[in-house]
Every structure is written in structure tokens, then in C-alpha cells.
């Protein structure tokens, strides 16, 4: 920045933002509840309920009810169960978040026209990282299943895993036509560069794929077949309860607030906003944080509405559409970045 | 900033964080938590009837022949990565552009040979 740093500081700097970094994990749950809260409320709005209003004003301290809950229920491990699985599990499950969250960046402020990304780190792959992380959940929600020794769970957890290596593909394809357009695989690059044009205008075609096969990784409702209630009883979590549930659950809520991150980030212009520059000095500090805060609020939003408009797809159904259908389309969106970067970048 | 050793330093912490934390707040419920013990409460839930057997059995193929279809095509997106910051602006963007056509056409023969094989499909 702009002020005079100490010599002895400028190596610890990457240790003082691992730290300070740290307070974001707090953010995030609190921002997982806000999205059980939402979620729980459009839900209750979409079929004229009432939803949770008991606990604090609108229901807000649900949740944190239901927290002092799950931390005084007893922690259950059936007999049959591999205690090496079952227990460290969770520790894929929220580590994937954690090492997720480091990389994204959650808002930016203009100093004297200069962008600073409010990221922990920043690194030059950082979309690479963040897909090769995000997909680490799956080894927790496989020892969640393997460990439990339970045919529901198993059986849920091959659907996660059918499922996700069909949809990992098109995931990938469309970040990299992204990332064409750009030149660079850091997201704080991608986002800054999108100040006039969002991507999502670019490439519509892209942004839909990204859209279905990020839905399909978070395993939300039209793709949920690891959980099916109605076939599976809970799917791979059937086993876990109270807290170990509480802890995969929010790992669960955390994976799509830091999706819906990642489709404003790449496809919907990140903080910008067309028209809007940063000149007032107090503006620039907090206007593209709120902006990028809408986006993601709005992405969250179609996301739990999507839940109600569209029916869960059998598995053979699933995995038809990612590899005959998302597949080929973002092959050709591929095409399309390519022939468009050299048309704009020329 | 200076050096790529310094940007996943946060990484390691963040790291250490999701290592601690999962534990500790399974230290935290079982001091909070009521225990009581049954014997019925440690069976694996199967309906409410008896289990039977162990749920680790033989799976069906097909997950396998997926398995192996995304390792091809997780592989190819890989090494588009690369190529994509690299293809434009660094004067090789013909001869990038031809080579990744050659590339993605060589996977797509055999995208199209594993659907005609019906890999892709779905045994019921």
C-alpha cells in the first residue's frame, strides 16, 4: 500500500494474512446460517408457509437454536462402523471449504482508483486450485458412506460419485473458455477484467453449462440422488447425527455460497458494475463489496427457487444429460472463446 | 509480494485450521452431550429391520467405466489450461490454435467411440 512498511514486517506478511484470514472462517458460518435462513424462508414463501418465525424477529436465531441442539445431542458411532473413516471424514468435508475459501476473493476496495482484492491469497492458478479443492469433498462424503457400513450410504455415495466425475468435466471446460478470454487463471484477474462486458453476455452458452454442472456438484436439489429421501432415507449421511451431520451440513451450505461466489466472479462481472467508477474515496471502499455481496445473494436465490421448479433426475437420467448433453455443449463453447478471444483480443 | 511459496502460506494455515477444528468441536459435544447406553442403539439403521450382511459388496461395473471415461477427458481439460493463458499475445497463436483443434479432434474420435460402444449408457 501506500504508507511506509517496516523492513522485518515484509516476510511475515504472508502469515499475518493467513491469520487475520482466519476471521473469515467465522464470517462464512455465519454467512452458512444466513443461507439456512434464506433458504429455509423462500422455501416457506414458494409454498405459502410460514417458515421459521418463532425464535428472534423473522426467525433469525433459528439457527442459532438449532446449533445449541446439534452440540448437546450424543455423538452416535454405530458398532459396525470403521472409526478411522467415520471420524475423520469431516475433516475433507470442511477442509475442502476452508482451502476453497482461501483463494476466493469475497469483495474489493478502490484506493485512489487502485484495486485491492479482499482475498487471503492471491495466486496465479487460483480457479485450478479452487476446483481441484472443491472436488476433495467427495473423499469425505465417500468415508462418510464407507465408513458408516450401511447399504443406504454406499448406495449414496456411488450416485455422488457417478454423478460428480460426469459433471467435473464440463465444469472444467467452461472455466478454461473463461479463462481464454482473460488470458490468466487467476480469479481476481478474470473478475477485474470483466468491467464492461460480463462474461455471462459473452458466452451465455458457457455460463448455462457452468450454472447446471456447478449445480450438479453441489450435489442441490435437481441433482441430489446421493440423498434421495424418499429411496436412500438420507443417502451417505444416513449414519451421521448431531453434530457430525451439523458439521457436514454447513460444509455443504458453505460449498454453495463459495459456488455462487465463484458464478459471480467468473461470469457475472465479479464487483463491477458497467457505468460505475470508483472516484469517492468512501464509495470505493465499500460499493464493490455490496455489489459482489447482491450478486451472490441473487445466484443463492435462483439456486433455492430452482429447488422447488424442478423434480429430482434419476441417476441414469443425471449422468445422460453431463456426458451426451453438457459435454458436446461445452466443447462448443469452447469454440466459441476461442474464435471470440482473438476477435476482441486482436 | 514476492515468491509463490509466500501466497500458500495462508493455504497451510487455512489448512491446519480444517485439520484442528472438526475434532474440536467433537471434543466440545462430548463433554456437553448426555450419554446413555442400549444395545439396540449401535445397530446400523437398515428400516427398523435386522441387517443383514455387510454393505461392502461387489458395486456395478458401470461406475468403473466412468471412472475411466473422466480420467481421459479430466486429463484433456487439464492441459488446456496451460494452453489457454499462453495462445494468444505470445506470437504462436496459429500453430496453438492448429495444435489444440489436432488435440481436441484425437478426443473427440474417441468421445464418439465410447458412445457408439454405449459406454456412456446406462445399464438398468
Redesign the interface.
Known sequence: MVMDIPEFIIPL???I???V??SL?GVIFLGAMGAVWLERKLSADIQCRMGPCRVGKYGLLQLVADAIK????????????DSLLF?SA??FM??SV??M???IPVGAVFINGVEYPLA??????SV?YIEAVSALSIFGIFMIA?G???????LGA?RN??RM??Y??PL??TV?SV??MT???SIVEISSSQGMLWNIFLQPLGCFVFFVALMADMGRLPFDQNESEEEL?AGWI??YG???FG?AFFAEYIHMILGSFLVALLFLGGWNVPGFVANNSVLGLIAPTVFLLIKVVFVLMVIIGLRWAVPRFR??QV??LS??KL?PLA?LN?VWA?GL??YL?A | ?SG?I??????????V???V???M??F???Q?????KAAG???????GSV?TG???IQ?NV??YL??I??VI??IE??F??PW??????HGI?SIA?VE?FVF?FIL?FG?IYL?KKEA???V?
Open positions: 506478511i504472508p502469515w494474512r493467513g491469520i484470514g482466519l472462517v446439534l452440540f448437546t445431542k450424543e455423538d452416535l458411532k454405530p458398532r459396525n462402523a471420524n469431516n475433516i470442511i477442509g476452508f482451502l475459501l482461501v483463494a487471503v491469497t492471491q495466486m496465479d492458478i485450478l464407507y458408516s457400513n450401511n447399504k443406504y450410504s454406499l456411488f460419485f457417478a466425475v460426469g467435473e468435466v472444467g471446460l478454461v479463462a481464454i488470458g490468466s487463471l432415507v444416513t449414519e448431531g453434530m457430525r458439521l441417476i441414469d449422468v445422460d456426458w451426451k459435454l466443447l469452447l476461442v478471444g482473438l483480443g | 509480494m509463490i509466500d501466497s500458500y502460506i495462508p493455504v497451510a494455515i487455512f489448512l485450521m480444517a485439520l477444528m472438526p475434532p468441536t467433537m466440545i459435544v462430548k456437553l452431550s448426555p450419554r446413555s442403539k449401535y445397530t446400523t439403521y437398515e428400516s441387517p455387510t454393505a461392502r458395486f458401470e461406475y466412468y471412472a471415461a473422466f477427458f479430466d481439460v487439464l488446456l489450461y489457454a493463458t499462453v495462445y494468444k499475445g497463436t490454435i489444440m481436441v473427440l468421445y458412445w456412456l449408457t446406462w438398468k
